[in-house]
């Protein structure tokens, strides 16, 4: 089985690692790719223990772009973590996340539930390289006691429209596309169900977007349908993962959406012609 979209520590995953690997395994996932938001801080030491537990691992980013106003997600697969524009455009990325969390959670004092915003920015301070956002600050509401879990916090407080809610600055998809390859990497758009950005991918497409994220545990099998469609009629790569980030009760595992073989193989095909580009 081929999973090529999952989160640690690094970003918003509850899993180490190790904890990550371990979950892999256990799933019976031979192909793995670690997508951290805005970071690729766990990647190296994710590919190492995958590698010495016999699963075939591999560099991937989810990287957030802004689009009047909405966040666009960008998975990027096989680039290079040491590609200076690449450090250089992550670490921006990860400060405009500090400085977002910073007014959400002036927000939500305002609002008379405060968390602990020193917890946070400290644990990302420890961790460089590490990227902080809503899911650690819905955590934090959760701790504080003012809400009983992570959903309970995004439909009160953090969603699109919320009360606490702080629209991110940030570079249009294009561009992120362009840094991603830039890197000697392969761009995919995220489950473009969940964002609902169909009207959007031709263009994107034109602009030079790889693949297409058809695979996802948030897509049924018109999604699935659909978008398979799109890809091929469009020339676009298809990628596929479950988007696990080890939050209880929410059924998501390593494995719940994989990439069919045939098209793991025509990406892995693919990556060594885009990295000479």
């Known amino acids: 089985m081929t ?8 970003s918003d995953g509850r899993c180490s690692p190790h904890e990550l690997v371990d979950r892999v395994v256990a799933a019976g996932i031979t192909v793995m790719a670690v997508t951290d938001h805005d970071t690729t801080a766990s990647v190296d030491e994710v590919k190492a ?14 990287i957030t772009a ?26 921006v990325q990860r400060e405009t996340r ?6 959400i959670a002036a927000r939500l004092a305002e609002l008379g539930v405060p968390i602990d915003l020193q917890a946070l920015l400290d644990d990302a301070q420890r961790n460089l390289g590490r990227s902080i956002g809503r899911p650690q600050v819905a955590r934090a509401l959760k701790r504080a006691g003012h809400v009983a879990d992570s959903r309970e916090a995004f439909d009160r407080y953090l969603g699109n429209g919320g009360p606490a809610f702080v629209s991110r600055p940030g570079s249009p998809p294009e561009v992120v596309i362009g840094i991603i390859q830039r890197a000697g990497g392969i761009a995919s758009l995220a489950h473009p169900g969940r964002t609902r950005i169909d009207a959007r991918i031709k263009a ?22 659909r978008y398979h469609r799109m890809a091929s009629e469009l020339g676009l790569l298809m990628t596929g993962g479950s988007d696990f980030h080890g939050d209880p009760g929410h059924g998501i595992e390593p494995g719940t959406s994989t990439l069919p073989w045939e098209e793991w193989q025509r990406l892995s095909a693919a990556r060594h012609r885009h990295a000479a580009r």
């Open 204 to 225: 994107l497409a034109v602009a030079g977007l790889d693949a297409l994220e058809v695979y996802h545990s948030d897509h049924d099998a018109v999604a699935i349908e």
């Open 49 to 62: 223990l995958a590698v010495a537990r016999g699963v075939e691992g591999h560099t991937g980013i989810e």
């Open 98 to 103: 500090v400085e977002r969390v910073r007014t």
């Open 3 to 10: 999973d090529l979209h999952m989160h640690t520590t690094a």
């Open 66 to 91: 802004v689009e009047d106003g909405r966040d666009i997600h960008v998975l990027g697969y096989f680039l290079n973590p040491a590609e200076a524009r690449l450090i250089e455009f992550l670490r």
